[in-house]
């Protein structure tokens, strides 16, 4: 009678203990993803950046309406604290955990910039828009491409 039961006794115990690691994993990095507060989003970096531009264009002579599309060379990067002379991180302890101290992040160079505006078809407008984009951004005038909307 043991050895009948025994079989089905194994397979619930793995069961179990299967469905208690695969629990544990799933908790485990959802508590991982949550100790991520410095996370860098280069989409909301872009976003402020265009709508900055945007803002700044709708003041200049002749423009009414503009369309501002920003592109980036890379991602973001982070800057933590190292210790002198060494590749090791400077790191805090909170609560048992240790985690490397942040000092905030580097942004990433813009690569281009496409505009679309009222007048961008005028070589006047298109002159002003680009000596005063790449003076803000310190890009070449190669990389800024100006369009009247259609």
């Given at each position: 009678m043991l050895k009948k039961h025994k079989?089905?006794?194994?397979?619930?115990?793995?069961?179990?203990?299967g469905l208690i690691l695969i629990l544990f994993g799933t908790f485990k990095?959802?508590?991982?993803?949550?100790?991520?507060t410095n996370d860098f989003?280069?989409?909301?970096?872009?976003?402020?950046?265009?709508e900055k531009i945007?803002?700044?264009?709708?003041?200049?002579?002749?423009?009414r309406n503009v369309n501002v599309i920003v592109t980036l060379d890379t991602s973001g990067e982070q800057v933590y604290a190292q210790n002198e002379?060494?590749?090791d991180f400077l790191t805090i302890t909170s609560n048992g955990k240790q985690s490397p101290v942040y000092i905030g992040e580097i942004y990433p160079n813009v690569r281009g910039v496409a505009i679309a505006c009222t007048n961008g078809s005028q070589d006047e407008v298109k002159n002003k828009i680009t000596r005063l984009?790449?003076?803000y951004l310190g890009i070449s005038s190669n990389?800024?491409?100006?369009?009247?909307?259609g």
């Open positions: 079989s089905k006794i194994i397979i619930i115990s793995v069961l179990t203990i990095s959802t508590e991982k993803d949550k100790e991520v989003s280069c989409e909301l970096y872009t976003s402020e950046l265009e945007e803002q700044f264009l709708l003041n200049v002579d002749g423009i002379g060494s590749y984009i790449s003076a990389r800024i491409e100006i369009v009247s909307f």
